[in-house]
C-alpha cells in the first residue's frame, strides 16, 4: 500500500485516480492547488505525488521544486501538453514521470507502482555492494574476493566503499580525504594515491574497479557500464 497525494483542481480527475488507487489497495489524499499540496507535503508524509502542472495560482512545476526543497517525495506530472519543452521542465523540476492527458487509469497506475517500488528500494540502506567475484560487506566492514576474505586496513577499506557507494561518480581526491579521513585530515594528493596503489594490490582481478580520472581523482566503475 501506499500514501498517494493527487493535485489537480478537476474534481473528476481526483474521482478517477481514487477509484483506481483505492481498489489496488492505496491510500489517498486529495489537494486542488499547489499551495495546498505543498501545505500538506509539511503536515505529513507521502509515498507518491500526482501532480497536474496547469492550475491557478500556483502550478505544477513551482509546486514540484517547493516539495523537493524540503521532502524526497516522488512525483509523476500530469499535463494536457505533450510538448518537449514542458517534460524537460518538469525533470528540471524534480519529477520522475511524465503522463500526458487524456491518460489511461491502469496505465497511470503502473507508472505510480513502477515509481513507488523503485524509490522505496533506492531508500533501503545496502548492507554490501557485490560486483561478479567482489563483495563489499558494508556492516562488517569487510571485502571478499572471489569468496576469500581481503585484509584491508581501514583507509583502504574506506577508499573502497566510498568509492563504490558513489559508483559512477568522478570524485577528487579532496573529496576521498574529506570522506575517508575526515576534515582535519593531515594529507595531500600523495597520500591518496599511495593508498589507492596499496588498495588495488588488493583487489586481484578487479582492481580495474578503481578508475584514474587523470588530473582529478578515481571512480569506481565495472566493465558492465
Same mark, same amino acid.
Given at each position: 500500500?501506499?500514501?498517494?497525494?493527487?493535485?489537480?483542481?478537476?474534481?473528476?480527475?481526483?474521482?478517477?485516480?481514487?477509484?483506481?488507487?483505492?481498489?489496488?489497495?492505496?491510500?489517498?489524499?486529495?489537494?486542488?492547488?499547489?499551495?495546498?499540496?505543498?501545505?500538506?507535503?509539511?503536515?505529513?508524509?507521502?509515498?507518491?505525488?500526482?501532480?497536474?502542472?496547469?492550475?491557478?495560482?500556483?502550478?505544477?512545476?513551482?509546486?514540484?521544486?517547493?516539495?523537493?526543497?524540503?521532502?524526497?517525495?516522488?512525483?509523476?506530472?500530469?499535463?494536457? @501538453? /505533450? =510538448?518537449?519543452? &514542458?517534460?524537460?521542465? !518538469?525533470?528540471? #523540476?524534480?519529477? $520522475? *514521470?511524465?503522463? +500526458?492527458?487524456?491518460?489511461?487509469?491502469?496505465?497511470?497506475?503502473?507508472?505510480?507502482?513502477?515509481?513507488?517500488?523503485?524509490?522505496?528500494?533506492?531508500?533501503?540502506?545496502?548492507?554490501?555492494?557485490?560486483?561478479?567475484?567482489?563483495?563489499?560487506?558494508?556492516?562488517?566492514?569487510?571485502?571478499?574476493?572471489?569468496?576469500?576474505?581481503?585484509?584491508?586496513?581501514?583507509?583502504?577499506?574506506?577508499?573502497?566503499?566510498?568509492?563504490?557507494?558513489?559508483?559512477?561518480?568522478?570524485?577528487? @581526491? /579532496? =573529496?576521498?580525504? &574529506?570522506?575517508?579521513? !575526515?576534515?582535519? #585530515?593531515?594529507? $595531500? *594528493?600523495?597520500? +591518496?594515491?599511495?593508498?589507492?596503489?596499496?588498495?588495488?594490490?588488493?583487489?586481484?582481478?578487479?582492481?580495474?574497479?578503481?578508475?584514474?580520472?587523470?588530473?582529478?581523482?578515481?571512480?569506481?566503475?565495472?566493465?558492465?557500464?
Amino acid at each position: 500500500m501506499a500514501k498517494i497525494l493527487i493535485v489537480d483542481d478537476e474534481p473528476d480527475i481526483h474521482r478517477l485516480i481514487q477509484r483506481f488507487a483505492e481498489h489496488e489497495g492505496h491510500e489517498t489524499l486529495c489537494a486542488s492547488s499547489g499551495e495546498k499540496a505543498v501545505a500538506l507535503c509539511r503536515e505529513r508524509d507521502f509515498d507518491v505525488i500526482i501532480m497536474d502542472i496547469m492550475m491557478p495560482g500556483m502550478d505544477g512545476f513551482a509546486a514540484s521544486r517547493e516539495i523537493r526543497r524540503e521532502k524526497d517525495i516522488p512525483i509523476l506530472m500530469l499535463s494536457a @501538453r /505533450g =510538448q518537449e519543452y &514542458d517534460k524537460l521542465k !518538469g525533470f528540471e #523540476a524534480g519529477v $520522475d *514521470d511524465y503522463v +500526458v492527458k487524456p491518460f489511461s487509469a491502469r496505465e497511470l497506475m503502473a507508472r505510480v507502482n513502477v515509481i513507488v517500488n523503485r524509490h522505496r528500494a533506492q531508500s533501503q540502506p545496502k548492507s554490501e555492494i557485490v560486483w561478479r567475484g567482489l563483495r563489499i560487506d558494508l556492516l562488517g566492514r569487510c571485502v571478499f574476493v572471489d569468496g576469500v576474505k581481503t585484509e584491508l586496513t581501514a583507509k583502504e577499506y574506506g577508499i573502497l566503499a566510498y568509492l563504490a557507494e558513489n559508483r559512477g561518480i568522478a570524485l577528487t @581526491r /579532496g =573529496q576521498i580525504l &574529506d570522506a575517508v579521513w !575526515g576534515y582535519d #585530515a593531515i594529507g $595531500d *594528493d600523495r597520500t +591518496v594515491d599511495w593508498q589507492i596503489k596499496l588498495l588495488r594490490g588488493k583487489l586481484g582481478d578487479y582492481r580495474g574497479c578503481i578508475v584514474t580520472m587523470r588530473g582529478m581523482g578515481y571512480k569506481f566503475e565495472t566493465a558492465d557500464e
